[in-house]
């Protein structure tokens, strides 16, 4: 059984990301062809499942980094296409920008940060659940 802050921060995050890839598939969803298994935008309940994105985070308790425990950051396109590197490092930077941006909206008052840790983004800092 999951604690129910801990749900509704995870609530708050997925619809930071929603917000992200709507704005993503804006502005680069029809120049990469879909991968033929992957639906198009819209037509699912959830955008991780359809369109060109899913970008979401997964929880990591930091052992062996070097900002310790947050959210890994997961950028994911769905084209059989080939995405150039700088293309690619790109829009990492633009969802970097942005989820820095909508961290203070969407959770004022907390210090969090999106670092670079090893090969990944992470959301970190504050990461608490408040009083009990």
């Given at each position: 059984?999951?604690?129910?802050?801990?749900?509704?921060?995870?609530?708050?995050?997925?619809?930071?990301?929603?917000?992200?890839?709507?704005?993503?598939?804006?502005?680069?969803?029809?120049?990469?062809?879909?991968?033929?298994?992957?639906?198009?935008?819209?037509?699912?309940?959830?955008?991780?499942?359809?369109?060109?994105?899913?970008?979401?985070?997964?929880?990591?308790?930091?052992?062996?980094?070097?900002?310790?425990?947050?959210?890994?950051?997961?950028?994911?396109?769905?084209?059989?296409?080939?995405?150039?590197?700088?293309?690619?490092?790109?829009?990492?930077?633009?969802?970097?920008?942005?989820?820095?941006?909508?961290?203070?909206?969407?959770?004022?008052?907390?210090?969090?940060?999106?670092s670079r840790d090893g090969p990944v983004y992470k959301i970190?800092?504050?990461?608490?659940?408040?009083?009990?």
């Amino acid at each position: 059984m999951r604690h129910p802050k801990a749900i509704g921060w995870e609530d708050k995050l997925r619809a930071l990301f929603d917000r992200i890839d709507d704005r993503l598939e804006e502005r680069y969803g029809k120049q990469y062809p879909l991968h033929s298994n992957r639906p198009p935008r819209g037509t699912t309940s959830s955008r991780e499942m359809d369109g060109l994105f899913d970008i979401g985070a997964a929880f990591s308790a930091g052992y062996g980094s070097a900002v310790g425990r947050g959210y890994v950051v997961e950028i994911r396109m769905a084209t059989p296409a080939r995405v150039p590197p700088a293309v690619m490092e790109r829009i990492e930077q633009e969802v970097v920008s942005m989820i820095e941006a909508e961290v203070k909206t969407e959770f004022p008052g907390r210090d969090l940060k999106v670092s670079r840790d090893g090969p990944v983004y992470k959301i970190h800092g504050d990461l608490s659940l408040g009083e009990a």
